[in-house]
């Protein structure tokens, strides 16, 4: 009888935590899924709170009611033993979903509560939320500034040959090209490459920017572009690619200046050219995979790619011609000058020679 | 500014040391905060600590032509940057520099140090010159950029090994006259600058370098009247002495191409192939651990984990390359998948954990 009365009992002797949040709301909550968490664990343990209303368990202010709730519900499943491994992991895939300011609470959340399987679970997921997300939106995301400058942010090297903005520069030679060659056909055997290049740089530049030459956009950024031309004129043994990472070079991302100047160089140039090279530069050469495609100008682009390609070919075109102050002083001049050789010494920078010959 | 807000530094912290190493140069162009955070030592040093660290095997591998099944051609092969996740078995490729268009260098070496990869030397693959490049890749930024050539004359099969932190050493070789050389460079990643280290005491072609225990061993090779046939000798260098030991003769118990030779780490000893077997150290005697599947029997590079081998070979010449995890422990290979655009002949590896 006496059990019987204990069994009528039992039931409402469950033990309960009362927990109050830092709103001010308390909640009464199983001692065994309360317990789960260390710091309730701690507290009960090491200063006899929580037992009454009265007598709640103050959490700390990262955790609020919704969070608590989430909390408790983790802890309700995960303090069950018997539940499997796998069960475990199909019902942490689930819990987590959730929106991301919503998983950050809760990482915090988590913390201050010291319960490390969750913190774990929920850095893990806050990981590759990241991993599936450009800088930009990363930092919508996380309210995060966009202080970095243009060459301080990094692009990841892509597969060149398939970027549209590179297709269309050598499609820009291509036809370049083929102009001066045939050009070069009606002149006689005698060839003379001088002025045969000295129009040739002159139809590009006004071909891309209009007729006053460039000049005016050229003046324009020198100011701009003054520190990147110090950086690229210093002997600079490292990293001459992460110079090219400004926005007028992303289509060429991956290439070191000079791969640039001298993929132009050869574009201007007719056939039969005597291009100096130092020793060096045979390492630098040209990737079949950019032979010039000769008559393939059709762009097949829209208009719209078309007109911010445009554009982007006059950055590039306006970035090159920057660093070659001498070469512009002349074409302003309007006089003959032969095109630079380059070269460049065993450490990976580059130095423009910049010579002409007054006619 | 918080890192993530609402976080605090640490939790922040803990979310970004989770993410995969392919997303690190995402991870450096967000903001300034973030930059420093990713490039701080502190990262990479948690990243390890909390085994978050993810283990890449690099290897310089020949591109293979799809649908052939196999690796014999007519032509030169060309070769590229593989990197494979043991972990995962995730294979991926690095896009060489484009000085490299060709292919990556003939029998270029290929060492690790922190987040960078470091290509040296090699044979360039059209006109075979010999060349003292230097091409760094960045795991940070995904990005190359080329260092200070190595100084002196040209060398070629020379021992390179680094100690993970800012060194690469370099060792013996040989010339454009085939002499064996018994000279030695150190290369600091960071300031990108070499500096001559005393002479081995033997001329040593074709010997293989690895940093184990502090120092930096040179093993094996050959002198130059004696072409071709390997000494079982080795010595070491400390750096902190700025010292070559004695000569330790007898460190291999047989002549032979020290090319497989490995060190498994402090607890695990070093590791050789040859003669079919897998053969460890321990204390001065060597012993034979296990045969070799037939499969690698020619092995082309042998990485080390802690506690597990990664073997990479084929069964003969020609033959697709395929790659095998053997655990020290219990002695057990285990076969690793590769899709059939990576089983092309591999010349030289190295592992890293970042």
């Known amino acids: 009888m006496f059990d019987a009365a204990m069994a009528v009992v039992k039931p409402e002797m469950k033990s309960y935590i009362w927990l109050q949040t830092v709103d001010g709301s308390i909640q009464q909550v199983e001692e065994e899924v309360a317990m789960f968490c260390p710091m309730i664990c701690q507290e009960v343990l090491q200063t006899g709170l929580g037992s009454s209303k009265t007598y709640a368990i103050s959490l700390p202010q990262r955790v609020n009611p919704a969070m608590l709730g989430l909390i408790l519900d983790y802890c309700r499943f995960h303090q069950v033993p018997g539940h499997s491994n796998k069960e475990r992991k199909t019902f942490d895939e689930k819990f987590i979903r959730m929106d991301t300011k919503k998983l950050c609470e809760l990482t915090s959340a988590a913390d201050s509560l010291q319960l490390k399987p969750l913190v774990d679970l929920t850095s893990r997921a806050l990981a590759r939320i990241i991993e599936g997300k450009t800088p930009e939106e990363i930092r919508e995301t996380f309210h995060l500034p966009d202080d970095l400058t243009e060459e301080e942010k990094l692009e990841p090297l892509r597969n060149i040959t398939d970027d549209p903005r590179i297709r269309l520069l050598n499609r820009l030679y291509a036809r370049k090209r083929k102009e001066l060659k045939e050009r070069k056909k009606l002149k006689d055997v005698e060839v003379e490459e001088e002025p045969k290049d000295e129009r040739s740089v002159e139809d590009l530049l006004s071909f891309i920017n209009g007729a006053d030459g460039g000049m005016s956009y050229i003046k324009g950024t020198r100011a701009n572009k003054n520190k990147k031309k110090n950086r690229r004129r210093k002997d600079h043994a490292k990293d001459i690619s992460s110079e090219n990472t400004n926005e007028n070079d992303k289509e060429l991302n991956p290439l070191p200046s000079a791969y640039h100047d001298v993929n132009f160089d050869n574009a201007l140039e007719a056939s039969a050219s005597k291009h100096s090279r130092t020793q060096n530069l045979p390492a630098i050469n040209f990737s079949p995979k950019f032979e010039f495609i000769d008559g393939d100008v059709d762009d097949d682009l829209d208009p719209a790619m078309k007109e911010e390609l445009d554009r982007e070919v006059e950055d590039f075109a306006r970035r090159l011609n920057s660093d070659w102050p001498e070469r512009m002083q002349i074409l302003s001049l309007g006089q003959d000058r032969r095109l630079v050789p380059i070269s460049m010494n065993s450490n990976g920078s580059t130095h423009l020679y910049t010579g002409f010959d007054q006619r | 500014m918080e890192l993530i807000s609402g976080l605090p530094e640490d ?344």
Request: proline letters at 5%; a negative charge; one cysteine or more.
């Open chain 2, 11 to 354: 939790v922040a912290r803990d979310c970004l040391i989770r993410v995969s190493y392919q997303q690190f140069p995402t991870v450096a162009s967000v903001c300034k905060l973030w930059k420093s955070e990713i490039h701080a030592p502190e990262f990479r040093r948690q990243r390890r600590s909390t085994k978050h660290a993810q283990k890449l095997i690099a290897m310089v591998q020949a591109r293979v032509e799809l649908g052939t099944g196999s690796t014999k051609r007519l032509t030169n092969p060309v070769y590229r940057l593989s990197v494979f996740e043991p972990e995962t078995g995730n294979w991926s490729e690095i896009p060489p520099p484009p000085e490299f268009y060709s292919g990556l260098p003939m029998f270029c070496q290929l060492v690790s140090v922190g987040y960078d990869l470091v290509v040296l030397g090699g044979l360039d693959p059209n006109s075979w010159e010999a060349s003292n490049s230097v091409f760094v890749y960045n795991f940070l930024s995904a990005k190359w950029r080329r260092g200070a050539d190595m100084p002196g004359g040209p060398r070629t099969f020379f021992a390179c090994a680094s100690d993970s932190e800012e060194t690469v050493f370099v060792a013996g070789g040989h010339d454009n006259e085939k002499n064996a050389l018994r000279s030695a460079l150190a290369y600091d990643v960071t300031s990108d600058l070499w500096v001559m280290l005393p002479d081995m005491e033997a001329e040593r072609d074709e010997c293989k370098g690895v940093f184990c225990r502090g120092r930096f061993v040179a093993v094996g090779g050959y002198p130059t009247e004696t072409q071709g046939r390997f000494v079982k000798s080795a010595e070491a260098f400390d750096p902190a002495t700025r010292s070559w030991s004695e000569v330790k003769e007898d460190f291999l118990d047989c002549a032979t191409c020290p090319r497989t030779f490995v060190d498994g780490g402090d607890d695990e000893g070093v590791f050789l192939c040859s003669g079919g077997d897998l053969m460890a150290l321990r204390g001065d005697t060597w012993q034979m651990m296990a045969t070799l599947p037939g499969e690698i029997r020619n092995v082309a590079y042998v990485g080390a984990f802690d506690g597990t081998l990664v073997l990479i070979g084929s069964s003969g010449y020609g033959e697709v390359h395929v790659s095998f995890a053997f655990d020290v422990k219990s002695c057990c290979w285990r076969k690793l998948e590769s899709p059939e655009g990576f089983r092309g002949h591999v010349q030289t590896g190295c592992v890293l954990e970042i």
